[in-house]
């Protein structure tokens, strides 16, 4: 007797049905689209009020600075917010996915979204996609319970701690917080640790560069400090300009077609009303 | 790369750019020294003066940039003992050529450029592959920022119709100064997008009168 086969609907999460195709592929030769790493310091730590965020501002491709003034502090909710490490389309499609979740909860609940929300949502996300979604995230926020730091890995596994760094900077970072932190850091005090861990990342990290975002989150109000250092001028900046005359470049044929036909318009008296 | 057992190059990143003049020429290259994503040191010279009016810039593995350097270094110095006289540059272009492709199966992995005034005192830039392949030529640029500067020079250098003007005599005919300023805004430019170049940039200029170094910062991030 022949059972009846259900096909189940598919239920989310990585799909592993075209991996032995790609392994063939790759075998033969295929080269596997790149994709843009941001090569990143990102760091996060509670100080007495709340949480502070901090993040530099270059996205590479390979050895190439693709953006020198990206934005890596993602938006989440009003009192949470998240910085990204990792592949750019992973942090920005899983926090604005995750943020969109979390605004309908808000809906559903009447209240403030709580970090730990955020943090359920994206770890379960990333675990179902076995660590392919290429994002290592710091999340911090202020909610009803308190301040909140965590870490979040590509393959889902989190951690909650005082202060976080994460990125190709991370050792970078880590090593001037180790040096330097201390609880219940003042406001300005967290803000001026936060930019000098970024800065060491960025001047000792060639994956990291150009300048410095920090996001201070309090109880009921949070300050997005978007570019608050700028430690990498242009350093020479050439007098003499560039000019392109006509010739510069050699015409070595021109051909003209008009599109319209010219219309004569000849002056008519004009109409009687 | 790095995974199999047998690698035993590294590229230490870096940038070098020449401009040939009718009577000098510029050759610059950065200082800073790296592997991987970290930074070894910014204060590295990828800059040799082989003779009074020769010099050699290289990118690309330092460990064989500085064993080339000592070997033509020696080299020199046993041709000065033998012919009683220094090397020109264009001896010294054939002699750097004559070297690399002696190590043809085990290369040095150097991207040379080197520049400096020929017999009739007009400024002359050679460029070098990993082998030994060199051409003479008007400006060149080796290196990771390599790909991003030599568009800029071949719109602001090559002469108006590349068919007219054959490149073996393309010396620019910008000034001393203008072409120095030309370095300095392209270096600038490279250190942007480039994360292997930056930190300072050294500048040497050579003309009849002699050797000339200038420094001047660049990114440090």
């Known amino acids: ?225 978007r570019n608050h250092q700028l430690p990498n001028p242009r350093t020479y900046i050439s007098s003499r300009g560039y000019s392109f005359d006509r010739g510069h470049t050699e015409v070595l044929s021109t051909k003209i077609t008009p599109l319209k036909l010219k219309a004569e318009v000849v002056e008519n008296d004009a109409m009687e009303e | 790369m790095a995974l199999r057992g047998d690698w035993v190059y590294e590229n230490n990143g870096g940038t070098c750019v020449a401009i040939a003049g009718a009577d000098y020429t510029v050759v610059a290259a950065d200082t800073r020294l790296s592997v991987g994503y970290s930074i070894y040191t910014r204060e590295f010279s990828k800059i040799c003066t082989l003779a009074d009016k020769c010099v050699l810039a290289s990118s690309g593995f330092q460990g064989d940039m500085k064993a080339l350097q000592k070997n033509l270094c020696a080299r020199h110095l046993i041709y000065q003992h033998q012919q009683n006289k220094k090397m020109s540059c264009p001896a010294m272009a054939q002699h750097l050529s004559n070297t690399l492709y002696y190590k043809r199966f085990f290369p040095y992995y150097t991207f040379n450029i080197l520049g400096g005034l020929d017999n009739e005192g007009k400024g002359c830039v050679y460029t070098y592959d990993a082998v030994g392949s060199y051409e003479r030529v008007g400006y060149s640029c080796q290196g990771t920022g390599g790909t991003l500067i030599m568009p800029v ?69």
């Open chain 2, 153 to 221: 020079l071949d719109n602001q250098l090559k002469s108006p119709s590349p068919l007219l003007l054959a490149a073996r005599d393309a010396v620019t005919p910008l000034s001393e100064s203008e072409a120095v300023d030309l370095v300095k805004d392209v270096f600038a430019s490279a250190t942007e997008r480039d994360i292997y170049t930056g930190d300072k940039l050294e500048i040497i200029i050579v003309n009849a009168a002699g050797i000339r170094r200038e420094f001047i910062d660049l990114r440090k991030d």
């Open chain 1, 1 to 225: 007797m022949e059972k009846a086969r259900v096909d189940l609907p598919p239920k989310g999460g990585f799909s592993f049905d075209l991996c032995r195709r790609n392994e063939m592929l790759t075998k033969k030769g295929l080269q596997l689209p790149g994709f843009r790493k941001t090569g990143t310091t990102i760091v996060g730590l509670i100080f007495e009020d709340g949480v502070i965020l901090g993040a530099d501002t270059r996205a590479t491709e390979g050895p190439i600075v693709a953006d020198k003034n990206c934005e890596k502090i993602h938006y989440m909710a009003p009192n949470i917010y998240c910085c990204g490490a990792g592949t750019a389309a992973d942090t920005e499609a899983v926090t604005d996915m995750v943020s969109s979740q979390l605004q309908l909860h808000r809906y559903a609940t009447r209240r403030e979204s709580r970090v730990i929300t955020a943090l359920t949502l994206l770890k379960s996300h990333l675990f179902s996609y076995q660590g392919h979604v290429s994002a290592a995230l710091v999340l911090g926020g202020v909610d009803i319970t308190g301040p909140h730091l965590h870490t979040v890995y590509p393959h889902g596994s989190t951690d909650t701690l005082p202060f976080a760094t994460m990125g190709s900077g991370s050792l970078a970072a880590m090593a001037v917080f180790e040096s330097k932190y201390k609880e219940g850091l003042t406001r300005e005090d967290g803000i001026q640790l936060v930019g000098e861990a970024i800065c060491s990342g960025i001047f000792n990290d060639l994956g990291s560069g150009s300048n410095v975002d920090v996001c201070v989150i309090t109880k009921g109000k949070t300050d997005y400090l």
